[in-house]
C-alpha cells in the first residue's frame, strides 16, 4: 500500500541564473507532520508556492494522492484538496469566528451567496461551524468578530479556516510566528491532533516546536534538500550543524 499522500520529484525553480529550488525530492506520508527547515532565503517558501501552485516551477512533479496535480492552477488545486496557510490569510477581521468558518465550508461548494441570505437560518452550516470551532478551542469566542481576537486565537481561526476547505494536505508557512510560550504549545497540541485527519507539511523557525511535532524534518539550503530524517537523526547530523551556524540543537 502506498503510504505517501503528496509526493514531489525534482522540483526546480530559477529566476534568471539563481535557482530558488534545485531538483528537490520530497514526500508525506499519511498521518505525519514533515518539518522543512533551513535558513533564511534557503527556499522553503517558494518550494511551498510551487506545491501549492501560486509559484510555476520550471521542471518537475508533484502527485496528490496518486493524482498528478503539476500542471494544474493553485485554485484547483486548492480546490482538489492542497490548503495552504498563515502566510496567506483569510480571514475577514469584521467578521465574527464563526462567521469566518461558515464562509470557509462556503467557499468549500463554491456556494457562497448564501451567506448573506441564510447566514442565521442554516442549522447545518452552523453545526459544522461551531464542531470546528470546537476542534480549535474557540467555541466559547464564536461570536467574537475576528479583529478583536487575540493574534494566538487568530492563528487558531487561520487553521479553522483551513480544516472547513476539508483538505487532504496542510501547508503551515510559519504558523509559530509570533506566539508566545503558552501560544505555540496551544498550537503544537492542536496539529499533533489534526495530523491523524490531514498530514501536514510545516515549514517553522521555532526549532522547539518542530523537534516536538515532527515525524520527520527536511533540511534545506541553497535550494537543495540536504538531509532528510527523523528528529534524532536530524539533531545528529554534522551538516545540519552547519547550516544552522551556530545554532545550538
Known sequence: MNNKILNIKNLSKSYGAFKVTDEIAIDLNFNEIHALIGPNGAGKSTLIKQISGSVRHDIGSIILDQEDITDLSDVERAKIGISRTFQVSSIIPSFSAIENIILSLLNRFNNTFQFFRNLKTNKGLDIKAKSILKEIELIEKYDVKASQLSHGDRRKLEVGLALATNPKVFLFDEPMAGLDENGTKIMINLFKKIK????????????????????????????????TGTVEQIKSNDLVRDVYLGYEI
Do not use: C, Q
Request: zero cysteines.
Open 196 to 227: 491523524s485527519n490531514t498530514p501536514i507539511l510545516l515549514i517553522e523557525h521555532d526549532m522547539d516546536a518542530v523537534f516536538a511535532l515532527a515525524d520527520r524534518v527536511s533540511v534545506i539550503n541553497y535550494g537543495k534538500i540536504v538531509a
